[in-house]
């Protein structure tokens, strides 16, 4: 209920009325501290280190890569280019006031942890300060409770916590998201708005296409709401803030005229590939209108999806004016993800603060009912809290992030075996989900060779230890699960979830053929996920093939996360095979 429609028992509750400006100012920084200082937490997850020296985020080799990159032209446009201009000012800034070290010979990896931890910095900062914008939407609809509320779910969410320790790109949209969602909602609540206010808005609007092209969508919202706030002066503002919109995309991302056919290039590559899917990890999964509703449960919350489903739906049978520009945004971007093949988790963080002002709406409307209804809005507040320290809450999962991945633990053991002449397999292109046995398991670029992706690392891999063994050359189509491993008889075989989990789901060929054989030829003996590794799990093998296989399944699918795909980045488990008689 925005101030405006307030009774005069209502006005005299401060919990329903819209608080002086001095209140407001103070809740949003408290806001913003307190979800920064939750963000913090296990910040230095994965970073690079003398075992592996690239992050173990599939992502952010790529952009520390783009940040060495002059500036608005990173060479790298499958997204917007603000955020990596963003970072760049930091990491310059970084290198100026020595927090991040200079590179020195055989130690470039230094350089690269500070690039990393500053664009993470830079993603906590941005999901902090989404929640405290997102607290400033909402009390533009409801009162100080349902706005404190709306923020305070938005910023336990555990899957966009979790991102926000990331050098990425995803939780710095969801920032603009929500700048836009408030200017919009200022626009709707005002009888005329001043000008600025819609140039304003259709700013952060191109900002937010400039990051993420799909943030283009919240033109929807903007014109809507210039719509129902002055139907006569539509036209006028519509330009005003569509030509805002244009320009503030060209700022963000200039790269599409100074350096045009390397941007279409991506561009293209980019729809390409959210058309066509990403290898196996989203292959036999349901329609991505089915899948991201899961994405939304891991990345804000079963509780909170709920409360705002129902806060949504009180608006529309109230037909609130604020629920259709939020509602317009909302659905196309469900559209535009649902049809696409591509399902990350990270993908749904942009609809987390439109569903966070549905949270506003219940917990006011609840407040509005009295005092035996006061008692649900606390115990939402509660569950949600308790939520937190559940093993795939917020707390959880920052705890999990705090402790030595299980790839360190691997590969420190398996490294002491390799040393000692023992031989070490692998199943598909070492990559991030690796054990760090080198230095270069998430390499980008190896400098020496020319080398990138997947041929760098298996360059890298062979320059380090001829017992690394993967089957395939270098520049040269590679098959995982190959038989071929199985007859150079490696004294260890190493897999992760990211490998096994997919290809068992959809029964690929090449996977069905080397597990029997693996399971004949070599035991399970060590399962690095816990702090501590499980030494030979399973005891002697017996009853078969069939039943060690169910076993090898449990081992990988009894550990959590084991999706959204993007949440396993930071706890996979790996699975050590031994030849038998070794």
Same mark, same amino acid.
């Given at each position: 209920?925005?101030?405006?429609? $307030? ?85 310059? @800034? ?20 500070? &690039? ?14 989404? +929640?405290?914008?997102?607290?400033? @939407? ?88 210039? #719509? ?71 990345? #804000? ?28 945004? @909302? ?77 360190? $633990? ?26 760090? &046995? ?53 004294? #260890? ?28 030829? #070599? ?31 449990? @081992? ?18 790996? +699975? ?7």
């Amino acid at each position: 209920m925005s101030s405006e429609q $307030q009774s005069p028992q209502e006005s005299s509750d401060v919990l329903l009325s819209r608080p002086s400006r001095r209140v407001v100012a103070s809740v949003f920084i408290l806001i913003a501290l307190a979800a920064m200082l939750l963000r913090l937490g296990g910040i230095g997850w994965g970073l690079p280190n003398e075992s592996h020296h690239n992050s173990l985020h599939p992502d952010e080799p790529i952009l520390a890569a783009a940040e060495a990159a002059p500036y608005f032209k990173p060479g790298f446009y499958n997204y917007g280019s603000l955020y990596t201009t963003v970072q760049k000012l930091l990491c310059d @800034a970084g290198r100026t006031y020595g927090w991040i070290p200079k590179a020195t010979e055989g130690k470039l990896w230094e350089e690269e942890r500070g &690039v990393v931890l500053t664009g993470r910095v830079l993603s906590a900062a941005a999901g902090s300060l989404a +929640c405290a914008f997102l607290f400033l @939407a909402a009390l533009e609809i409801v009162g100080l409770a349902g706005a404190v509320a709306a923020a305070f779910l938005l910023s336990i969410g555990p899957g966009f916590v979790v991102h926000a320790r990331f050098q990425t790109t995803d939780v710095f949209v969801t920032l603009l998201v929500a700048i836009a969602l408030w200017l919009v909602l200022r626009i709707v609540r005002s009888e005329n708005s001043p000008l600025r206010l819609v140039i304003a808005a259709g700013a952060c609007c191109g900002l937010a296409a400039g990051t993420k092209y799909t943030g283009v969508l919240l033109l929807l919202s903007l014109w809507s709401a210039l #719509y129902i706030a002055d139907k006569g002066q539509f036209w006028k503002r519509f330009w005003a803030g569509t030509a805002a919109a244009a320009v503030a995309f060209f700022i963000a991302t200039p790269g599409v005229l100074i350096d045009s056919a390397k941007f279409w290039k991506d561009f293209s590559y980019e729809l390409s590939h959210t058309a066509t899917g990403h290898g196996l990890v989203f292959e036999n999964t349901p329609s991505g209108f089915l899948y991201h509703i899961g994405n939304l449960v891991a990345a #804000y919350g079963g509780v909170a999806l709920l409360a705002s489903v129902g806060g949504l739906a009180m608006g529309g049978v109230k037909k609130s004016a604020w629920l259709i520009p939020v509602a317009l945004f @909302a659905v196309a971007y469900y559209i535009a993800i649902g049809r696409a093949e591509v399902k990350f988790m990270r993908y749904v963080f942009p609809l987390l603060p439109c569903l966070a002002l549905g949270v506003g709406v219940i917990v006011e409307e609840l407040h509005r009912r009295g005092t035996l209804w006061r008692i649900a809005n606390a115990l939402l507040v509660l569950i949600a809290g308790i939520s937190m320290t559940s093993p795939t809450g917020a707390v959880g999962l920052t705890m999990l992030m705090a402790d030595q991945d299980p790839r360190e $633990q691997a590969g420190k053991w398996l490294l002491e075996r390799v040393r000692s002449g023992a031989s070490l397999g692998f199943v598909s292109d070492p990559w991030f989900y690796s054990p760090t &046995v080198f230095p270069g398991t998430n390499l980008f670029f190896y400098p020496s060779t020319g080398l990138v992706g997947a041929d760098a690392r298996l360059a890298a891999m062979r320059a380090a230890s001829e017992r690394l063994i993967r089957v395939g050359e270098v520049g040269q189509a590679r098959s995982d699960y190959n038989l071929e491993l199985l007859d150079l008889a490696p004294d #260890y075989i190493v897999i992760s979830s990211f490998e096994f989990l997919d290809h068992d789901r959809v029964r690929d060929p090449g996977y069905m053929r080397f597990m029997p054989e693996l399971l004949k030829r #070599y035991d399970l003996t060590t399962i690095f996920w816990a702090d501590t590794p499980t030494t030979r799990p399973e005891g002697p093998i017996e009853g078969g093939v069939e039943r060690d296989w169910s076993r090898v399944r449990f @081992a990988f699918s009894s550990r959590y996360p084991t999706s959204p795909h993007d949440l396993m980045y930071i706890r996979p488990t790996l +699975c050590v095979f031994q030849k038998k008689g070794n």
